[in-house]
């Protein structure tokens, strides 16, 4: 895949070799993260929102109520900055100034409009659900008109993007090396438990297998 371009917006400047701008790395990044935080300014007053995400193609989706100011914002054409982060590990190092984490992000930019085709808008919502719980759509019960009606989809173009990671050790040196404590890597994954039935239910039904051995990506 080709590399975004790199601009004053997405160049990573603290640790720039900790950055990447190929299509590949920053795609694998959104498709592994299951929230995003989706940054807009309206009138100088910054908005944080976190909300879910689904990678399509080379576009971003997000969904909401019919009404909701960032929804609102973004059909009205205005640029929006969305950021995904995956923690992988915590980085306990000899000296204070050297604890970091392990961890990696992608942050973008873009532009997007709102879905009005109902059938791409049924074939978006299809790679949401998809993208939380491979194999829920054709399971779950799909929306209805009134339902549809309700929901906000906007497709957001990746214009500009770039990946920053961090691996490794602790980057202790010189005498930094003889302080008598621990040092290393904590890592912390995404685990799956046990599924919890809902207690509504009064039939019972066996837990799917998309469920039962769930994966993050």
């Known amino acids: 895949m080709s590399d975004f371009p790199t601009t004053p917006r997405n160049q990573v400047m603290r640790y720039p070799k900790r950055g990447a701008y190929d299509r590949e ?65 915590l980085v306990l190092a000899r000296t204070v100034f050297n604890h970091s984490m392990n961890y990696r992000s992608v942050v973008l930019y873009g532009r997007g409009e709102v879905i009005e085709d109902p059938a791409q808008k049924l074939a978006a919502l299809e790679r949401l659900t998809e993208h939380i719980c491979p194999g829920r759509w054709t399971d779950a019960r799909y929306p209805t008109e009134k339902e549809l009606m ?26 930094e090396l003889e302080h008598p404590v621990w040092a290393g890597v904590l890592p912390l994954p995404i685990v799956p438990q046990n599924p919890i039935t ?18 993050r990506r």
């Open 150 to 175: 309700a929901t906000t989809i906007v497709a957001v173009n990746i214009d500009e993007a770039s990946a920053k990671i961090r691996q490794g050790p602790p980057g202790d040196a010189g005498d």
């Open 25 to 89: 790395t920053v795609y694998r990044i959104l498709d592994e993260g299951l929230v995003c935080h989706v940054s807009f300014a309206i009138e100088g007053q910054p908005f944080l929102i976190p909300t879910i995400h689904a990678r399509w193609g080379d576009q971003v989706l997000l969904h909401g109520l019919k009404g909701g100011r960032l929804l609102k914002h973004i059909e009205a054409g205005h640029s929006i900055a969305i950021a995904v982060t995956l923690l992988d590990g």
């Open 198 to 215: 809902d207690p509504k239910q009064t039939e019972i039904f066996t837990v799917p297998a998309y469920v039962r051995e769930y994966r």
